[in-house]
């Protein structure tokens, strides 16, 4: 079991940047996916990205390929999420998740099942 804490968020303009932290508690957060997922208000909620348990790949939602980049750090325990030139459709609460299964290689991280959420952070992107 894995508990997550995320951080970062806040209130920025219209082609800022942010990074969203999330800490992992545990010793076996090398074993899990882990992912980022939105959710603005009145929408569901959507991936945004993933990187898998070594970090050698990444996964991203087209509409923020080229802005954020989603990395980790298996020795601290953290995923990370770079947001760059931020546009106020980013606007959203920020979760991130992981996922300890393993998937047939051709499965999209975005429809992992991801059993553990963090509590979520908020970002706010002004025009």
């Known amino acids: 079991q894995v508990q997550l804490v995320e951080s970062g968020g806040g209130l920025v303009q219209a082609g800022g940047s942010l990074r969203l932290s999330c800490a992992a508690s545990g010793r076996t957060f090398s074993t899990y996916t882990m992912g980022w997922f939105r959710q603005a208000p009145g929408k569901e909620r959507e991936f945004v990205a993933a990187?898998?348990?070594?970090?050698?790949?990444?996964y991203y939602v087209d509409s923020v390929k080229g802005r954020f980049t989603i990395s980790r750090d298996n020795a601290k325990n953290t995923v990370s999420l770079q947001m760059n030139s931020l546009k106020p459709e980013d606007t959203a609460v920020y979760y991130c998740?992981?996922?300890?299964?393993?998937?047939?290689?051709?499965?999209?991280?975005?429809?992992?099942?991801?059993?553990?959420w963090g509590q979520g952070t908020q970002v706010t992107v002004s025009s």
């Open positions: 998740a992981a996922d300890q299964r393993l998937y047939a290689a051709s499965r999209s991280p975005s429809s992992y099942r991801y059993d553990y």
């Open positions: 990187i898998s348990r070594s970090g050698g790949n990444t």
